[in-house]
């Protein structure tokens, strides 16, 4: 009879530990992980503008690789999260979202410089907003009187989203 428990126990043991075992995954290891310099998810950084003689210029700056970027125009601007309408001036409006892409680092403190709500003066962009930063995606809003007319490039070293709206026929900056 005591040969019985001393297996069981034995038995039981093997199983316990094989089962623990199973759980570490396959490549963990007690190696310092390496840090690197370029951040996994784009960062957002600024959003500028300039005007030239035949269009306006929006460049939305981003550290680390360029994410996919999607550009629409829409009826209005409204914020991520709480859905409140933008209070930008304009009868036309792009919104322009990257991800995954973050404008904040991992403990949560901002790092996009750039304007969150900017009336601007140039022939065609009017308005510029940060219109979110949530769950990986970072939406900005553009604001227009006249219906943009645009093209779209990515510019590398450093990397940037630029957006040209050209001006409207007869308009002389």
Same mark, same amino acid.
């Given at each position: 009879?005591?040969?019985?428990?001393?297996?069981?126990?034995?038995?039981?043991?093997?199983?316990?530990?094989?089962?623990?075992?199973?759980?570490?995954?396959?490549?963990?290891?007690?190696?310092?992980?390496?840090?690197?310099?370029?951040?996994?998810?784009?960062?957002?950084?600024?959003?500028?503008?300039?005007?030239?003689?035949?269009?306006?210029?929006?460049?939305?700056?981003?550290?680390?690789?360029?994410?996919?970027?999607?550009?629409?125009?829409?009826?209005?601007?409204?914020?991520?999260?709480?859905?409140?309408?933008?209070?930008?001036?304009?009868?036309?409006?792009?919104?322009?979202?990257?991800?995954?892409?973050?404008?904040?680092?991992?403990?949560?403190r901002?790092?996009?410089?750039?304007?969150?709500?900017?009336?601007?003066? $140039?022939?065609?962009?009017?308005?510029?907003?940060l219109?979110?930063?949530?769950?990986?995606?970072?939406?900005i809003?553009a604001?227009?009187?006249?219906k943009?007319?645009?093209?779209?490039?990515? $510019?590398h070293?450093?990397?940037?989203?630029?957006?040209?709206i050209?001006?409207?026929?007869?308009?002389?900056?």
């Amino acid at each position: 009879m005591q040969h019985r428990h001393t297996l069981a126990a034995v038995a039981a043991g093997i199983l316990l530990t094989a089962g623990i075992g199973a759980t570490i995954p396959a490549g963990a290891s007690n190696a310092p992980s390496r840090t690197s310099t370029t951040p996994t998810t784009a960062l957002v950084v600024n959003a500028r503008w300039g005007g030239h003689a035949t269009f306006d210029r929006l460049v939305i700056d981003v550290r680390g690789a360029m994410p996919s970027v999607t550009v629409r125009q829409v009826g209005a601007l409204h914020y991520d999260g709480s859905g409140e309408r933008v209070p930008l001036a304009g009868k036309y409006f792009l919104s322009i979202t990257l991800s995954p892409a973050a404008a904040h680092d991992d403990t949560g403190r901002s790092v996009y410089q750039g304007p969150r709500l900017q009336k601007i003066y $140039l022939p065609t962009l009017k308005g510029v907003a940060l219109t979110g930063d949530f769950e990986g995606v970072v939406s900005i809003g553009a604001a227009f009187d006249s219906k943009p007319a645009y093209k779209t490039s990515t $510019l590398h070293s450093p990397e940037r989203f630029v957006i040209d709206i050209a001006h409207p026929v007869g308009c002389r900056a």
